[in-house]
């Protein structure tokens, strides 16, 4: 069972639009994950019924017992985030500024404070219209530990994978370099970068390049609206040959994405022309996969 996982240096690129492209193409035979849980939105083109939701408790947050809290400020005092604020002459916790480093609790002298994982998001196990399962998850606005989300995501969709004996899980990537990112490109088996003919889409293609080759994977690359500047588009053709990444196709600028994606489809369902150019780009990534052993 393969991993492909579809990531981009930076926002903007068209990533999640390709992504949703090929988990139609692939249908039946994947199972579908959407690691960019800071900003999900592969439901909006797989149309998933959000069945089996799951709580997704982490990281750590002070809470203080106001009727154990003697009102001594020491917690207030001792605090480097300043996530204690006096609000209605009570000590109260800044879920927002809390680091969850404890200290606060440690110096209590009524032990009024204690520490619990929150409720920081939500994961899904849907199904989706092209006839198999999507794992995607929600993150709470302003909550920590995306990481280890994508990794809940990434886990489930595996499992699944091997369960229902798919050849592939597909995975959407967070963009950029973060621990998102990180944890979207363990264990994959092939990474496909999409990127866009910009000064700064090159910059951000060669950053997040620098981390695909620490984790040793083989990988391939998109050029979106690939003639909006040719000079550039040149450039990342040299950089992917220098590199011995695959060039898997040049998509030329067109509105129809736009509007493919306004209709709720893909757009290799929606343009025939722009279908067919990803449709190859699809057998080359399961051609480079063939030939790529599994991760230990």
């Known amino acids: 069972m393969k991993e492909i996982v579809v990531i981009s240096g930076k926002g903007g690129t068209g990533k999640t639009s390709i992504t949703a492209s090929l988990a139609y193409l692939g249908g039946e035979d994947l199972i579908v994950a959407d690691c960019d849980v800071d900003a999900a939105d592969m439901h909006l083109l797989m149309a998933p019924d959000f069945g089996k939701p799951e709580d997704f408790f982490s990281g750590e947050l002070a809470y203080i017992d106001q009727d154990a809290c ?118 994959a088996s092939f990474t496909v970068l999409v990127t866009e003919p910009t000064v700064s889409g090159l910059h951000d293609l060669r950053r997040v390049y620098e981390l695909v080759k620490k984790f040793g994977i083989k990988a391939g690359c998109i050029i979106n609206k690939g003639d909006i500047n040719p000079e550039v588009s040149r450039e990342i053709k040299d950089f992917l040959k220098e590199e011995n990444i695959v060039l898997l196709s040049e998509i030329p600028y067109n509105v129809k994405f736009t509007e493919a994606m306004t209709n709720g489809k893909t757009i290799v369902e929606y343009d025939k022309d722009l279908g067919k150019i990803i449709s190859e780009s699809w057998e080359k990534i399961l051609r480079a996969t063939r030939s790529v052993g599994d991760p230990e």
């Open 70 to 187: 003697i009102k001594c400020g020491k917690c207030q005092a001792v605090c480097r985030f300043d996530a204690i604020p006096i609000i209605d002459s009570q000590y109260v916790v800044d879920p927002l500024g809390c680091e969850g480093c404890g200290y606060c609790a440690r110096i209590c002298p009524t032990e009024a404070i204690t520490n619990s994982q929150p409720n920081v998001g939500k994961c899904f196990i849907s199904s989706i219209r092209t006839g198999t399962t999507m794992v995607h998850a929600r993150l709470s606005i302003g909550a920590d530990n995306s990481g280890k989300l994508v990794a809940k995501v990434k886990n489930e969709a595996k499992a699944l994978a091997e369960i229902q004996n798919k050849i592939a899980v597909l995975v959407d990537g967070s963009p950029g370099v973060g621990c998102p990112v990180v944890s979207s490109l363990s264990g």
